[in-house]
């Protein structure tokens, strides 16, 4: 699970893995869309999307 997403809104938690970023983005959309009403920057989505080199 390489890539790494966490929700930059304060208040919120919503942290997400996966092995795609194809997969991120989609679960960073529909998070955004549910939990916050509204839609992610695509430059902010793909910015907040951390490679996590393995250990
Ligand atoms: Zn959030």
Redesign the pocket.
């Given at each position: 699970m390489p890539y790494r997403f966490v929700?930059?809104?304060d208040?919120?938690?919503?942290l997400v893995h996966s092995s795609s970023t194809d997969e991120v983005e989609r679960l960073v959309r529909a998070?955004?869309r549910m939990?916050?009403g509204g839609r992610i920057d695509p430059a902010d989505l793909e910015r907040g999307i951390e490679h996590i080199e393995p250990a």
């Open positions: 929700c930059s809104d208040h919120c938690a919503f998070h955004v939990a916050h």
